[in-house]
């Protein structure tokens, strides 16, 4: 039976390091800082090894062997789609980091197969297996793992430095709190590590109902920034009657109107706003009709679960045309997140790491990017640098002989309100987000005048449920979910309506053309009163050939 809100902690733990979140960054940080030494625990919203988008499904990687000309290659292929906000300092650092990574992954027993020349392919995940592995690596690293139990809020010191959160047991309703290590350890921890993933909106994309930005919302309590969340309108394909998002094979596709007729520039990747415009006029159908038959059983092999949906509906995808749609990703594949400012992976809040989805991907992708790929070796390589980060950082601090007070941050629900205030009416609040954040036509064809009209909403929104009260730790889990929400497409949009222009993901009606003027970066943060402000870009491109990719390029 649930228990009722209360501030009574139902388990009450000490660690050197705290990983928020369980999917690929989360584990690689933890077993990254265990292995540095430090004790570590890990808190999940599900269960580890198994929820998010990565379990869900097979994962493509960004691998590429270290050979110059391959390297030059991966890196030259996305900077004109992410208009050109990538930093090749961090591309190199990505691709090493990756390759290392992935090669343990081999020594640890994961079964990649072999190529028709014997030699192992690399360059793809199967999630299930990837994560089990995963959870038995990090276990064997002596992390301690809570499962279902989500953070609610970060622990901060008088000075500002993060040691800490508290949570509740989604099966107990109970709380938890996990600190810094006691002073009799000649230590204390300041070290957290946010990789709850991104921010999809609940829009029952294929593991991505466990990501509601839980993970910004909490790091922006404690002064932390975004970055990037103009970049954060990404929908997937799916079939009309699966929630399967998973996009790759849709490149072997033909898109068409009802009657069969071919519908113009429609595609996977370049051509999802042309299904986009027609969704809002008329259904859209595709068939994998481009796939030859040698490459079928590859495809089946490589994404079984793609095809589930297709075979309980007694669908041939590649022989029959079917019903498709486009759910909303946000963050997950789009490449907003908190501000990391240095190598180590750190927040502007000290004592606060960013790996994953939950911080900005800019770094690699720009403003655009999709499913896997760069995504998963961007939640390898951020995950293992944050959590060896964290591990250096909590041995470099110099000795305290008291223990410093920690504090609740967390503002939404927790405030006690008049006995008037209302009732937090969490599926009204959701339903309203989604209804500014869902539809193509304010999301993802961007206007001046949509942007403005949903972030009034949003921002009333926001207001509303500051005054809300919750009666338990259940209710109080999911209007923290809630809130994050809120808090996310406020960022989004405020960011969104700041980028007068038309670059990677995101497309402005007003203001159709990528403007040079405007290649650098946006940083937001704020709760009641969202900011935003540019910063210049720290690319390690010369900048006599940057100009000449920029001028040559088509928007």
């Avoid at 490459?295 to 995808?317: H, K």
């Avoid at 996310?488 to 309506?497: F, L």
């Amino acid at each position: 039976m649930l228990k009722t809100l209360t501030t009574d902690f139902e388990l009450d733990l000490q660690a050197d390091v705290l990983v928020i979140g369980g999917g690929p960054a989360g584990t690689w940080a933890a077993w990254s800082a265990a292995s540095s030494g430090a004790r570590v625990i890990l808190v999940d919203k599900g269960y580890c090894g198994t929820t998010g988008c990565a379990a869900a499904s097979g994962n493509g990687v960004w691998y590429v062997p270290p050979d110059p000309e391959a390297r030059e290659t991966a890196k030259a292929s996305r900077e004109s789609l992410g208009g050109f906000l990538s930093d090749r300092h961090w591309m190199d650092r990505v691709l090493n980091q990756t390759y290392v990574n992935i090669n343990q992954l081999a020594d640890w027993g994961y079964p990649f197969p072999t190529d028709d020349e014997g030699k192992p392919y690399r360059r793809s995940l199967q999630g299930p297996e990837y994560m089990r592995l995963m959870r038995r690596q990090i276990q064997r690293a002596g992390v301690k793992i809570l499962d279902h139990s989500p953070a609610l809020e970060l622990l901060v010191d008088e000075d500002g430095a993060v040691g800490g959160a508290t949570g509740a047991n989604r099966q107990t309703g109970g709380r938890w709190r996990v600190r810094r290590r006691e002073a009799a350890c000649r230590q204390t921890s300041r070290a957290t590590i946010i990789a709850t993933g991104g921010c999809a909106f609940l829009s029952k994309a294929l593991g991505c109902n466990v990501l509601t930005g839980d993970g910004y919302l909490m790091a922006a309590e404690a002064g932390a920034e975004m970055s990037g969340m103009e970049f954060s309108n990404a929908y997937g394909i799916s079939p009309a009657f699966s929630s399967v998002t998973k996009t790759l094979f849709y490149n072997w596709a033909t898109f068409t109107y009802e009657d069969g007729t071919v519908i113009p520039g429609a595609g996977s990747q370049r051509g999802r706003s042309v299904i986009a415009k027609t969704l809002l006029e008329q259904p859209v159908y595709a068939i994998l009709d481009k796939a030859t038959e040698a490459m079928r059983p590859s495809m089946r092999l490589a994404q079984p679960n793609f095809f589930l949906p297709f075979d309980r509906a007694g669908i041939d995808p590649f022989t029959q045309r079917f019903p498709v749609t486009l759910r909303l990703e946000g963050t997950v594949r789009g490449t907003g997140g908190i501000r990391i400012i240095d190598d180590t992976c750190a927040t502007s809040v000290r004592g606060l790491y960013a790996a994953g989805d939950a911080a900005t991907r800019e770094l690699i992708c720009g403003g655009f990017t999709g499913g896997g790929s760069h995504n998963a070796a961007w939640a390898i390589s951020s995950g293992y640098w944050s959590g060896q980060s964290a591990a250096e950082y909590i041995h470099s601090l110099r000795e305290q002989k008291t223990q410093p007070h920690l504090q609740g941050v967390g503002e939404v629900g927790f405030k006690n309100h008049s006995d008037r205030s209302q009732q937090f009416a969490t599926d009204e609040v959701i339903e309203a987000i989604q209804g500014e954040v869902f539809p193509y036509q304010k999301n993802l064809f961007r206007t001046e005048q949509g942007l403005t009209e949903s972030l009034a909403t949003l921002n009333n929104l926001w207001q509303e449920i500051r005054s809300s009260q919750v009666t338990s730790n259940q209710e109080l889990i999911r209007a923290r979910e809630a809130a994050a929400m809120v808090a996310t497409a406020r960022w989004m949009y405020s960011s969104a309506i700041e980028r007068k222009e038309t670059r990677g993901m995101h497309k402005h009606l007003d203001y159709p053309e990528q403007d040079p003027n405007q290649q650098h970066y946006l940083i937001s943060g704020g709760l009641d009163k969202v900011w935003v402000k540019t910063q210049p870009l720290n690319t390690t491109t010369k900048p006599e050939i940057l100009q000449s990719k920029i001028a040559g390029a088509v928007v």
